[in-house]
């Protein structure tokens, strides 16, 4: 059972950054291909990005792509660095480890574990 715990969410203002933290409480983090997602309230989750198990390779929807970043280091700690935020990326933030694909997954069905998420709400 791995335990995610998602911090640096809040408010920020159009323009701004924040990072978000994913940090787990598995010793074999490496075993997983994490992800970020988020959810608006109404609205379906949705893939944000992602990063493979060794930390190579990373892949993002279209709509952060130029202004996310995901890593993740060997302190178990998966990150989000989000720059130039807009109001459409009000969400809870979601990350999740999938232990089966060796790159992150697109789909939430995917992923085997979950934090509980962190709000980001971006004003105008």
């Known amino acids: 059972q791995v335990q995610l715990v998602e911090s640096g969410g809040g408010l920020v203002q159009a323009g701004g950054s924040l990072r978000l933290s994913c940090s787990a409480s598995?010793?074999?983090?490496?075993?997983?291909?994490m992800g970020w997602f988020r959810q608006a309230p109404g609205k379906e989750r949705e893939f944000v990005g992602g990063?493979?198990?060794?930390?190579?390779?990373t892949n993002a929807a279209d709509s952060v792509k130029g202004r996310f970043t995901i890593s993740r280091d060997n302190a178990k700690t998966l990150y989000l660095q989000m720059n130039n935020l807009e109001p459409e990326d009000t969400a809870v933030y979601f990350c999740?480890?999938?232990?089966?694909?060796?790159?992150?997954?697109?789909?939430?069905?995917?992923?085997?574990?979950w934090g509980r998420g962190t709000q980001v709400t971006v004003s105008s």
């Open positions: 990063i493979s198990k060794n930390g190579i390779n």
């Open positions: 999740a480890a999938s232990s089966t694909f060796w790159s992150a997954p697109t789909s939430a069905v995917a992923y085997d574990y």
């Open positions: 598995e010793r074999t983090f490496t075993r997983y291909s």
